[in-house]
């Protein structure tokens, strides 16, 4: 098996003042970089998918990967316009170059953007679960709901994968 671990929308936007859930998301980054560091010693795929909308263009400081995230210059980066990172994206061949076969979801607007991603990596014939309080919501009963109906793996889980 071999995963890679999908960072949804790590970016500048949700960590401003104005985010009701603020405390939420700063929560786990920890959890994200922890995983990071996990996948690196394995040298598994680190993917930072970024939206990109009217509101957040490409090269914005809202649309930019947050810097409180481990993201390094080897680290795949991926725009998206939609909820699943996988639609209209390069992202399904980039995960088959590296024989991808189990995507860790993590994230932001859990009920969109997560779970959408991580159902487009199920319909596409991958293994896939969401890492454990590695995601958020503007509103936490989503989040929750989120991480209710969704195949979940945890930190310590991962650290006893193999390649």
Not at 16 to 37: G, H, K, R, Y
């Amino acid at each position: 098996m071999k995963p890679a671990l999908l960072i949804m929308d790590p970016q500048n936007d949700f960590f401003e003042d104005d985010n009701p859930s603020l405390a939420e998301f700063q929560a786990t980054v920890p959890i994200i970089n922890s995983a990071i560091e996990i996948f690196r010693e394995h040298c598994w795929p680190v993917v930072f998918v970024q939206h990109t909308s009217p509101k957040k263009p490409i090269g914005s400081h809202a649309w930019a990967i947050h810097a409180q995230f481990n993201c390094q210059p080897g680290d795949a980066q991926l725009s998206k316009t939609q909820y699943n990172a996988f639609w209209n994206t390069e992202l399904d061949a980039l995960l088959k170059n590296h024989q991808v076969d189990f995507v860790i979801v993590s994230g932001y607007v859990a009920e969109y953007c997560v779970l959408s991603t991580l159902r487009g990596a199920l319909e596409r014939g991958y293994r896939g679960a969401i890492l454990a309080q590695s995601v958020a919501s503007l509103n936490n009963r989503y989040a929750e709901f989120t991480l209710e109906i969704s195949p979940v793996l945890t930190t310590d889980e991962l650290q006893t994968m193999e390649n």
